[in-house]
T-cell receptor, first 115, second 115 residues
């Protein structure tokens, strides 16, 4: 079992709903990430939180809103999603070491279906 | 900009025979390279990582990969496949347009192991 947990593991929501995905890392890391894994597409980085600073992929729609209250917890707030947002959402964490060589550790993902 | 190309979307081998999963990358600077494995309905697990030390990298479960700068390749190999190796494998390079810690994923290679 990894040191990164995600809840819920599965989520079905309508387009008018508001829901949140939760990620928690137990590895003492100081950076956390949200990725989207769609069928037949490469994994896509959505957001990075490192040292309490947020970096985002400019192509992510505003209906996805991240929140990182501390270095161990990361949320992804969802509202008015579209069916094409159905995907596996993966959380990851890493320990920053001053370069681009840190290893990211992934959670099991939340499988989201938007009806 | 970084990019990763996994040359085969599907590879099928017989149990006990060698495995070769091919990966080519492009990077504007000295990259870090990773192989991750994803079993069905599971998150991503790190197999191995190259960070400019030894060019032959040994990972978990008998996998290894060789970094060849002249060929811009980072192919994953295993001498003898086991049924439990059946999964999807991702070649990954660090860095990218969303920041140097962003991971750029290949499109994945699905490995089937026949009895």
């Amino acid at each position: 079992e990894t040191g990164v947990t995600q809840t819920p593991r599965h989520l079905v929501m309508g387009m008018t709903n508001k829901k949140s995905l939760k990620c928690e890392q137990h590895l003492g890391h100081n950076a956390m990430y949200w990725y989207k894994q769609s069928a037949k597409k490469p994994l896509e980085l959505m957001f990075v939180y490192s040292l309490e600073e947020r970096v985002e992929n400019n192509s992510v729609p505003s209906r996805f809103s991240p929140e990182c209250p501390n270095s161990s917890h990361l949320f992804l707030h969802l509202h008015t999603l579209q069916p094409e947002d159905s995907a596996l959402y993966l959380c990851a964490s890493s320990q920053l070491s001053g370069g681009a060589r840190e290893t990211q550790y992934f959670g099991p993902g939340t499988r989201l279906l938007v009806l | 900009a970084q990019s990763v190309t996994q040359l085969d979307s599907h590879v099928s081998v017989s149990e006990g025979t060698p495995v070769l999963l091919r990966c080519n990358y492009s990077s504007s600077y000295s990259p870090s390279l990773f192989w991750y494995v994803q079993h069905p309905n599971k998150g991503l697990q790190l197999l191995l990582k190259y960070t400019s030390a030894a060019t032959l990298v040994k990972g978990i479960n008998g996998f290894e990969a060789e970094f060849k700068k002249s060929e811009t390749s980072f192919h994953l190999t295993k001498p003898s496949a086991h049924m439990s190796d059946a999964a999807e494998y991702f070649c990954v390079v660090s860095g990218g347009d969303t920041g140097r810690r962003a991971l750029t994923f290949g499109s994945g290679t699905r490995l089937q192991v026949q009895p």
